[in-house]
């Protein structure tokens, strides 16, 4: 799917998710976004970063430096409480509207 | 807290830096993994950099969304601190009017400081304008300039542009554009206007030997000449002589001057040309009435002008050695000629108006600190929310910014209003006064002060975090020890403030107390100008006085007519008006003097009866009587100071003394002192001439009028006597005696009034911050005093612990603050008059003062806590 059809709530959505379960550096959310979607998402670098930028300050991530698995070294985001309690909220939303999206394209 | 401070300072760059680092890392993992998908290094980069898609782009969207997001936060910090200062209006109102109050009070200061101390000179390129004196080892530096002097002057000098000088005496009689008025008038050379960069509104300036030619001010254009357009070229009747008017001033433009040499706020109405004559006749080097100018050429230093000088003044000297003998020249800038005796009070007032800040800054953070112990859970809250300090910090700091800018802009509308309101009460002697506006730099001014003072108040409570931090105590005392220094400081603060105003008070009322040395009571004064008729057939020294002695004589008796009236007399020169003119005298029977030396003093011309309706005692001898009149033995009076400098123990009166005429006159009696130059400054040798008898012609008369009523009621009475006399003869400058004295100390009643009102304005400030700290302090206490009394302590015991505490920062702040007092007050030496900077009755009187004060304050926490219900106090909490 071509990348600028990336809704923005969806883009953290999905940032939010792939740091459910540990913290990752830019690159590294990047290649888990798009696993997780089966290569549905390739986020680009253009969008990756200010959108981490923005949720950093919104409070939803927490960053540090560390080491890459191949030893260099780079940010890592993991996510704080807020964004874990956001990653629910808009996980749920996100289940309603896609049930309700769903039931509406189904009907005849 | 500090380091918050310093990250952002170091914030942006580090952002940026950290920015690139982690798009590097991205770049370099990316290639990497391309390599193990077997691409050759070269491709693995270049595809890296592809699916980067441009390191600027990418740099620049996160920029952009960083813009966005600090915006937004900004947006939403302020509207947090509105609604949180909403949701506690009393907080939120005394923060505000306090600051408003500091603020605005500084401000007003601070404009009047801007407009007469540090707005440049209104002319263009005003750092090069010099003012240039005659200067004398035992006369003074800023002595009058011979007319020949600055003829010489201005043809010898190779450092300025141009050298100007002016007469700043003749006045002149305006008839026929309705009731005769006297204008005042100046005389200026033709290089005048040009030297200051004059464009005038109508017309031209001078041309160097222009006769009969005037130029009007704005105002005396608009009032008397109904700001005709034509009136270029046009005839007006002065002094009984025809004048053309030549040209119209611009409407701000105005010499810029001190009190001491003409006026302050010198608005002169009618200029004319001073044409000196070349080559200048030789007693044109002996009188010295000129004030002289000089525009300094581009790039040069005064000093090397002075060096300039120096050589001119030393060929002077050689060349003229009766009249220059001794005489140096001195140049000094002309914006610090103007206001170098007022720089000390106003500075003083600024610095007293910043202490008043200071406390009123002190209390707010006392505030602050109450607010931050009452919101510690919602910060923890927010904190473990993920908010990181520097965003807590952040947020705090523009709660502070919204207090402080709410303050400023209160305190700013205040300022407008105070501003006019304080420059229609400043002193007359206060140069500039017209420059005072609120203008860009008052306003710069105002927006600094609410930033310093919302971060200054605002660094208080995380400083008071950090060390309840550090306290393992708790935080009960961290808060208490911060709480008590800024009490402490407060109470210093005030009581330097106290300090400066009782010795200012002090100075004042010596400075009443000293006796002029006549009556001031019941006395008018007017002046009126005569007209040249007056002055005709008049030659130097032939003493043909007698138009203006029947004038006198006539309207004497007029006004001794006048039911109410005690008596009535004339003078040429009223003590305390700033008018005075010395005259060259010689002794009969002492050594002559060699070629240049002479003694110099002080004369007044007065009628018969001046010292009777002056009240001025006879020590010795007699006082002039009618008699001493054009057609009699030509007679003089001393005063009390002059006795003693020139005969010692020996009796002055039936000794001779004579003018330059050749004519000796007999010394008929003492006169006491008066301080005729100002109550702070010791009566002159004087000599008082009678009308009829001076040796010059003197057209100015004043009349002093004694009266059982009040002297004011008898003005239009006095207006119609003297229209008798003479319709054509102008009469202004009414005052009462008591006006003139009252005003001759208005610049030290004025700032001793301001500094007052600041004082006991810091006094109440850090009276309520007091009560403050001890009523938070009994509050937290509570428990503790409950406690004391269930286990036995009565309700006195704890009663004087409180006041004890209060007590000992009361003392601790009072000893602060009179050595901090004992070191200022030589920096307001120079202001003070007959008391000294450390003044034991008004150090120990301010102290008592502040400590009943402080003990007042305390007095109702201190009740309440000995009132406490020792069961309700334990229930408490």
New interface residues.
Partial sequence: MPESEILQGTLDLLILKSLALQPLHGMGISRRISQITNGAFDVKAGSLFPALYRMEQAGWLASEWGESETRRRSKFYKLTRAGRGRLQSEAQRWERISLAMASALRAT | MIRALFRTLFRKQQTEQ??D???R??L???T??NERRGLSPADAAAQAHR????ME??KE??R???AG?SLE?LAQDVRYAIRSLRKNPAFATVAILTLALGIGANTTIFSVVNGVLLKPLPYPDPARLVTLWESHPTWGPFLGVAPANFYDWRAQNSSFDKMAALDPYPDFILTGAGEPRRLAGIAVTADFFPLFGVRMALGRGFQATEDHAVVLSYATWEKYFGARPGIVGSQVRMNDDGYTVVGVLPRDFYLVSKASDFEARARFEVWTNLGLASPPPAWARGYHPLYAFGRLKSGTSIQSAQADLDRIAANLRRLYPDDNKDKTITAFPMEEHAVGNVRTALVTLLAAVAIVLLIACANIANLLLTRAAARRQEMALRS????SRW?LAQQLLTENGVLALLGATLGLAFTLWSVPALVRHLPADLPRTSEIAVDGRVLAFTTFLALATGILFGLVPPIQSRAARLNARGVASGQSRVRGALTVGQIALALVLLAGAGLMTKSLRALLRVSPGFQTAHILTARFSLPPRYAHGYQFGTGRHREISVFQRDLTDRVRAIPGVESSAFSAYLPLSGTFNDWAFFIEGRPPKPQGVFDLTDYRPVTAGYFETMGIPVIRGRSFTRQDDEDHPLVVMINGAMARKFWGGEDPVGKRLKFGDETWRVIVGIAGDVHHQGLASAPQPEMYVPWGQVPNVEVRPTIVVRSFVDPASLTSALRHAAAAVDPEVPMDQVATMDQLVSGSVSESRFRTALLSAFAVLALFVASIGLYGVMSYLVSQRTREFGIRMAVGATRGSVFAMVLMHAAKLAGIGVAIGLVAAALTGRLIASLLYGVKPLDAATLAGVSILLAAVALLASYIPARRAAHADPMESLRYE
């Fill in positions: 950290e920015l680092d982690e798009l890392s991205y370099e993992l990316t990497a993994e699916d980067l898609g441009g782009q990418v969207s996160v952009d969304v960083r997001v936060i473990a929310l993920g908010a965003r």
